[in-house]
């Protein structure tokens, strides 16, 4: 009796540990829609603080990577206080970034993220490639600055408005008093002022009025 073996043919082991690379599979949300948490809020409020939030992101976003061109490419006289300074003011606005997407994601909408997404949505104006002065640069910075704070002040009254009080305290407590204090840091550094000799005083000192 012939006895017939059957040979089962089994995964070599670089097979098994092949990682399934390059898949595609449609997206799962839609930009623009938004998926219903229970957060006790009316979905009109989140869809109204969603679009809000994309704006601030896509701002913040910008002024981060402005922040980052001027660490950079800063030079002259302060470059090295400036340098330091624009580094850190960097650093504020991703961490600020990461916190309104976060937001966004929790009232259930899509967060932005790449580069073109963010250029099409941000309304500060696109820097040049090339190398700017410290003036132009600073100044470049303060008028985003104030771009995102009238947008943020008017977003948090309307979140509150809608009883969104997670979105009004975000825009309130990180969006405009992280952007204030970085535009008062920086536009100190606009102010023309002596480094050696004092300037002459218009009207003069107690002293020179008695001589």
Same mark, same amino acid.
């Given at each position: ?55 601030? $992101? *896509? @701002? +913040? !976003?910008?002024? %981060?990577?402005?922040? &980052? ?6 030079? #002259? ?18 961490? $600020? *970034? @990461? +916190? !309104?997407?976060? %937001?966004?994601?929790? &009232? ?6 790449? #580069? ?96």
């Amino acid at each position: 009796m012939t006895t017939v073996t059957t040979q089962t043919s089994t995964p070599s082991r670089s097979t098994l540990a092949q990682p399934m690379d390059r898949q595609r599979g449609r997206e799962i949300q839609a930009f623009g829609s938004l998926t219903r948490r229970p957060l006790g809020l009316d979905e009109s409020a989140c869809a109204a603080s969603v679009e809000a939030l994309t704006q601030v $992101l *896509a @701002d +913040t !976003i910008t002024l %981060r990577d402005l922040y &980052l061109k001027h660490h950079w490419q800063v030079s #002259g006289p302060t470059f090295y206080q400036l340098h330091l300074l624009f580094e850190k003011h960097y650093q504020e606005q991703a961490e $600020l *970034a @990461d +916190t !309104i997407a976060e %937001r966004i994601q929790l &009232l259930g909408g899509v967060s932005i993220a790449m #580069g073109a997404d963010v250029a099409e949505t941000t309304q500060i104006p696109r820097p040049p490639k090339g190398r700017e002065d410290v003036p132009s640069q600073i100044s470049r910075l303060l008028a985003a600055h104030e771009m995102i704070l009238r947008q943020a002040r008017q977003s948090a009254h309307d979140a509150a408005d809608a009883g969104d009080d997670g979105t009004n305290d975000l825009l309130v407590s990180d969006v405009v008093r992280t952007n204030e204090k970085q535009a008062w840091f920086i536009s100190e550094h606009l102010v023309e002022m002596p480094l050696v000799r004092a300037g002459a005083s218009s009207q003069g000192d107690g002293a020179d009025q008695k001589q």
